[in-house]
């Protein structure tokens, strides 16, 4: 998971280190010390000390506080929850130890997969309006977490590793069918591309795109697969969005290019459609891949998708697993024009052939 929280490191060290002075020497010794380590990114170290020093006495809010990020900022979120709650107790003040232990908080309980209890944190930070920080904080993830009253009365369907929210229960005929054709796609692009997964996806089906842009400030639809969660258009494809979720946490691909990042999910999208044919008559019998492949910006979004589609589809079938995931991993044109240029050729020959 590429998430890093280094907002306000620095802000949170100092307002932290203006309440040691009051603290008597050896704590704040301590303190000084956890501070040194949080900045320094040191977090092991801190959570080794920190740890120490809680076990000889529990009763050091801002100790929690530290040694609680630490654990977060190491995404290791059901360690750093225990500590959070302790340091959440605090009185809100100046020091911004309460409103910081919420936001970790919320977060902490989001990647835990405990949506409700990360709201409820998220919105207490907010509602103190503390500190700043801790609020902007706060504000971002409750906005891209999606976790707003404006989706509370939306209808909630489970299955083992979806959530799925209804904006329009009633449009879709059957929820249940619905919500288990995508938990099969799921696991049919986990079979190829298997990520253990911190939460269940948030996967949120919307009947309207003119009430999705102005919540969303996108097009749907759209995956983030950091957050685990998706927007899709009631009608969209059950496996696009999905693929993009579970692809990135499968392989981590460190570079992206539209064309492979897009096509990956379209081949993946676990419909029948016969992705060759659908790029020959998008493509017009012809397209020259590593230009579309360099300047994604230039090409028609439509004929992107499908040869992209038909392209990996291709490379799944040509190229070696080990060249393939190389590809998915490093997506630039440059990094893959030497092993994989006769297999593109070829790819491009197969396009040109009359439908
Ligand atoms: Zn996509």
């Known amino acids: 998971m590429p998430i890093r929280y280094s907002i306000s490191r620095f802000r949170a060290y100092s307002t932290m280190l203006a309440l040691v002075s009051s603290i008597a020497s050896a704590q704040a010794q301590t303190l000084e010390e956890a501070g040194k380590l949080y900045m320094s990114g040191q977090l092991d170290q801190l959570i080794a000390q920190g740890e120490a020093s809680l076990r000889k006495n529990d009763q050091q809010p801002i100790l929690h506080l530290f040694v609680g990020r630490a654990y977060a900022d190491q995404n290791r979120f059901s360690e750093a929850i225990p500590h959070l709650e302790k340091s959440r107790q605090a009185p809100a003040g100046t020091d911004g130890v309460k409103v910081w232990s919420l936001g970790y908080l919320g977060t902490s309980y989001y990647f835990t997969d405990q949506p409700g209890k990360a709201q409820m944190a998220l919105e207490e930070c907010v509602a103190l309006n503390n500190t700043q920080n801790a609020t902007k904080y706060a504000q971002r993830r409750l906005q891209g977490y999606q976790l707003l009253p404006f989706y509370a009365g939306w209808k909630v369907v489970e299955t083992a590793h979806l959530r799925l929210h209804f904006q329009s229960p009633e449009q879709v005929p059957d929820l249940a069918q619905y919500a288990a054709e995508r938990e099969q796609a799921y696991q049919a692009i986990s079979q190829k591309f298997p990520a253990s997964l911190a939460k269940k996806i948030d996967f949120y089906v919307w009947n309207n795109k003119a009430d999705a842009k102005p919540m969303l400030q996108r097009e749907l639809g759209f995956a983030v697969p950091e957050a685990m969660l998706l927007n899709a258009r009631q009608g969209q494809t059950r496996g696009h969005e999905l693929a993009h979720v579970l692809v990135q946490h499968s392989l981590q691909p460190a570079q992206r290019a539209k064309l492979i990042n897009e096509g990956i999910a379209v081949y993946l999208d676990q419909t029948s459609t016969n992705r060759m044919q659908r790029a020959r008559q998008f493509a017009q019998g012809r397209a020259d891949v590593w230009r579309l492949w360099e300047h994604p910006e230039e090409a028609d979004e439509a004929q992107l998708y499908a ?49």
């Open 307 to 355: 040869v992209g589609g038909a392209l990996l589809e291709y490379l799944a079938a040509h190229a070696t697993p080990e060249q393939f995931r190389a590809l998915l991993k490093d997506q630039r044109a440059d990094a893959n024009r030497a092993t994989l240029g006769p297999l593109v050729a070829a790819f491009e020959q197969e396009l040109a052939k009359p439908e």
